[in-house]
């Protein structure tokens, strides 16, 4: 790879240091804009539904930044990226050729999860920093090599799930700053219990994102590489239902609805408990079996317990269990908070105004990238709540109550469940 990309990589991170203690020359560009020189360089693979948003908050005139390139193994997709791009946009239907230009900043990965670690791995290897879909990655040995890949070569990583970042809390109608204030407060006692359903304001999709289990080989359209697609996944024929937004329904690529909102929901839940650091000791969940070897399906409830006896509850309504209305969102030995944020009893919410604010996170990306600090939802963090969407499909998968190490990060004496921790990939891809 040229050498002069990276080389303008270091002179910017070092200029973000050498700002902080003098004053340096730039050129002011005309109405606001930020000049090309001083623009992050950034590549979009992955060109579809959410793909597009991303290629659309690169080339908005405030974002400091500049579309080089865009990359889908569907050529159609691909025409469509390159045309609402523009000017100097260059396509490619082969990531890895992405990499090779050697001028990207930063890589967004917008594809099926099943490629999100091998292409987060290469892509900090070439220097790039990384900007990633959610899940982090399809399994959680993969989530490991992301980790090191971004220790080892000194990049940035952001995970795409912002609400542990920002004001607006998916589902539960309240920002997470308070829950976060409530807990450290130590005003609702310990442990807590978290029940994450429809009925505290979250659906699981369970049943938009099962695969089907009646598919029927289909010739390949001419516009899609689907080998190139499949990747490191198994071989197996070509069928509509197979590739882009219907995806998630099937273990070879995604993980269901659990994987599709798990992290949205579950990042902000392992923020406010204080469990950045580690992850449950025990996860169990009630779910049909056997469970179909291709296609993910309906599940009814997941508990997961941490070692101090903090407990999640997931629970979809779609089988086998009864979840009603009017359950508390959060709960502890001293009080409770609903939907909404009404606590049980009232003046808890009132108490917020007195407490403590939270540490500061880091929300946007650019000063991060520039400045070299860690991205509030980055690759530690984001691993740890990676791993609880796979803790929970283990489960499912498995038919049985799991024991895992946090330190580890392997089941305790299951080695049919360590398999789902380390599966693997189809030749010639590995990590």
Request: charged fraction near 25%; hydrophobic fraction near 35%.
């Amino acid at each position: 790879m040229a050498q002069t990309p990276l080389s303008r990589r270091t002179f910017v991170a070092r200029s973000a240091g050498a700002a902080a203690g003098a004053m340096a020359f730039t050129v002011v560009p005309s109405f606001g804009q930020t000049p090309p020189s001083e623009q992050l360089t950034h590549a979009v693979i992955g060109c579809g539904g959410m793909g597009m948003g991303h290629l659309n908050g690169i080339i908005k005139p405030d974002a400091q930044a500049r579309l080089l390139a865009v990359c889908d193994v569907d050529q159609n997709r691909l025409a469509n990226a390159l045309k609402a791009g523009g000017d100097g946009v260059e396509g490619y239907s082969d990531w890895r050729r992405v990499l090779d230009r050697g001028d990207i900043d930063i890589l967004h990965i917008v594809t099926p999860p099943h490629w999100h670690a091998l292409m987060s791995v290469a892509a900090a290897e070439a220097g790039c920093d990384i900007w990633c879909e959610k899940p982090m990655t399809r399994t959680i040995g993969e989530g490991a090599a992301v980790v090191e890949a971004v220790r080892r070569y000194g990049r940035v990583f952001r995970l795409n799930t912002w609400f542990r970042l920002y004001s607006g809390f998916y589902g539960l109608g309240s920002p997470v700053k308070p829950l976060k204030q409530l807990v450290e407060s130590g005003l609702l006692g310990w442990p807590l219990t978290v029940r994450i359903s429809r009925f505290t304001g979250f659906d699981w999709k369970v049943k938009a994102w099962s695969g089907r289990t009646d598919l029927t080989p289909q010739p390949v359209p001419a516009e899609l590489d689907y080998d190139l697609w499949l990747g490191p996944a198994p071989a197996k024929p070509y069928h509509p239902h197979r590739v882009h937004g219907s995806f998630r329904g099937y273990w070879d690529y995604d993980g269901g609805g659990l994987a599709d909102m798990g992290q949205h929901y579950l990042d902000p839940v392992q923020y406010f408990l204080g469990k950045d650091e580690t992850s449950p000791v025990e996860v169990e969940a009630w779910a049909p079996w056997p469970v179909h070897p291709d296609a993910c399906g309906v599940w009814g409830r997941v508990e997961m317990r941490y070692e101090d006896d903090c407990r999640l509850i997931l629970e979809s309504g779609d089988w086998g269990t009864n979840v009603t209305d009017g359950q508390p969102y959060l709960e502890g030995p001293k009080g409770k908070v609903y939907r909404g944020f009404r606590t049980d009893p009232p003046e808890l919410a009132e108490a917020i105004r007195g407490l403590p604010e939270p540490v500061e996170q880091l929300a946007d990306f650019n000063v991060a990238v520039r400045t070299r600090q860690p991205f509030g939802l980055n690759e530690r963090n984001g691993n740890r709540s990676n791993i609880l969407v796979h803790l929970a499909n283990a489960s499912i998968r498995t038919g049985r109550k799991l024991r895992f190490d946090p330190r580890s990060c392997r089941f305790v004496g299951d080695e049919e469940a360590n398999r789902l921790v380390d599966q693997p990939m189809r030749a010639p891809w590995h990590l």
